[in-house]
Nanobody, 124 residues
Framework: VPLVASGGGSVQPGGSLRLSCAAS????????ISWLRQAPRKGLEWVSG????????LYADSLKGRFTISRDDAKNTLYLQMNSLKPEDTAMYFC??????????????????WGQGTQVTVSS
């Protein structure tokens, strides 16, 4: 399995979680990777992306300042640090690899590998 997401769980509003996405089977450092999420009864939403060099990151406007994406190419792992979580952050979170090298995506298309998802539930 090229991407395996983990780190989800249940947390109270205002809490934090760190998601991880372990990659294998391809040269991780060459590709931009994104986090996306899907809430119950809603469509897929792009959350954040990071360029292959790690020097450029993008976030959905509604999430700026609360979420931080990062990558460790030595460990072939992508991270998403989520702080000040809100009930509306409740969703299944997926990591996804861009189909082409050197691309930083900011939408829901253009990916060829997806992780299986990790559930985040924010509730009091």
């Amino acid at each position: 399995v090229p991407l395996v997401a983990s780190g989800g769980g249940s947390v109270q509003p205002g809490g934090s979680l760190r998601l991880s996405c372990a990659a294998s089977g391809f040269t991780f450092s060459l590709y931009g990777i994104s986090w996306l999420r899907q809430a119950p009864r809603k469509g897929l939403e792009w959350v954040s992306g990071i360029h292959s060099t790690g020097g450029r990151t993008l976030y959905a406007d509604s999430l700026k300042g609360r979420f931080t994406i990062s990558r460790d190419d030595a460990k072939n792992t992508l991270y998403l640090q989520m702080n000040s979580l809100k009930p509306e952050d409740t969703a299944m979170y997926f990591c996804a690899k861009a189909s082409n090298t050197g691309v930083l995506l900011s939408g829901t298309v253009g990916y060829d590998y997806w992780g299986q998802g990790t559930q985040v539930t924010v509730s009091s």
